[in-house]
């Protein structure tokens, strides 16, 4: 008997995996070994967070962001062989630009990488007279190009789909405002050419308890069976300031800015040391998912108290049908 495939997608054998504890009766399940990346894994790094990992010639690489010892915010490359344990380039990524006027960025953070056609494209948020969404793409992860700023300030969360949709590439984004934005719903973009952006969708906003204050998407959405499913954060405004869970849904396939199922629970929240303790407590961030077609594994990698990365597990066939049994639209 042939086994369901869910995922549309590669075969990745050698994503990072642990099977669920016995004793684990959530939908996510943590690393044993997390944080897998420290705050000071690079000389001047303050903190080590919210980054994107994809596999790369049969190893994994990704950008990274890196807050230094000045507090400033940037992206570095990093590179492992097991998905697990990184080496990240000690300078932020110097990125090839032939157009002066967006080339000077002071401060970029938040990555996301997606496999697009033939090279690796980076969205972050690119600070240009405010937040916005910065692309570059590389072939090599030695060598990023950037190319136009999608949108107009002000906007955070740039996550593109790993294919186009129709004949256009297609975005998910977070317009914001210029300071820590008290409020947030999910767009959907479209795009001839990675260029000029326009036919704006509006995807979906916030709800009661934990995300009732803002919500963002997280990772590249993984393409199944079943639909686009969209892993992402919601906030809930506490007594003691933001709180940042994860959260899932499912997007139609072709019409993406259309959410057929939204799970009403959260799939994560912050509950360890980790995650409640650091630069800013109780969050946990997601920007990058691995998942692997033939096992139905996923692994996320997640932000943790703005401070240090971590990883969750979880099975897409678990995932989905948790999806669709807590939905409420």
Known sequence: ????????????????????????????WRYSANPVIP?????????IFNSAVVPFEGAFAGVFRC??????????????????????????????????????????????????????????C??????????????????????????LPYNRNGVLFPRKIGDRYAMLSRPSDTGHTPFGD???SESPDLCFWG?????????????????????????????????????????????????????????????????KPYILSPQTLYECVGDVPNVTFPCAALADAD????AVYYGCADTVTGIAFTQVDELIDFVKTHSEL
Request: overall charge negative.
């Open 1 to 28: 008997m042939t086994k369901k495939r869910t995922i549309i997608g590669p075969s990745l054998p050698n994503i990072p995996w642990e099977d669920r504890p016995s004793d684990c009766s959530t939908i996510m």
């Open 39 to 47: 705050r000071d894994l690079i000389p001047t790094s303050n903190s």
């Open 67 to 124: 807050d230094d010892m000045s507090r400033e915010m940037h992206i570095h490359v990093g590179r492992s062989r097991n998905g697990i344990d990184f080496e990240i380039d000690p300078a932020p990524i110097q990125f090839v630009c032939d157009e002066p006027e967006i080339a000077e960025h002071i401060e970029a953070y938040d990555p996301r990488v997606c496999w697009l056609e033939d090279r690796y494209y980076v969205t972050w």
């Open 126 to 151: 690119n600070i240009y007279h405010g937040p916005t969404i910065g692309m570059a793409y590389t072939h090599d992860f030695k060598t990023f190009h950037q190319i136009e700023n999608a949108f």
């Open 186 to 188: 999910v767009f959907y």
């Open 199 to 263: 036919r704006h969708r509006y995807v979906m906003g916030t709800k009661g308890g934990w995300q009732s204050k803002k919500v963002g998407p997280g990772p590249v959405p993984i393409e199944t069976t079943e639909g686009w499913l969209m892993i992402y954060h919601g906030v809930l405004n506490s007594c003691n300031g933001f709180v940042y869970h994860m959260g899932a849904a499912l997007l139609d396939l072709e019409k993406p800015w259309k959410v057929m199922y939204r799970a």
């Open 295 to 298: 096992a139905g594994r996923i």
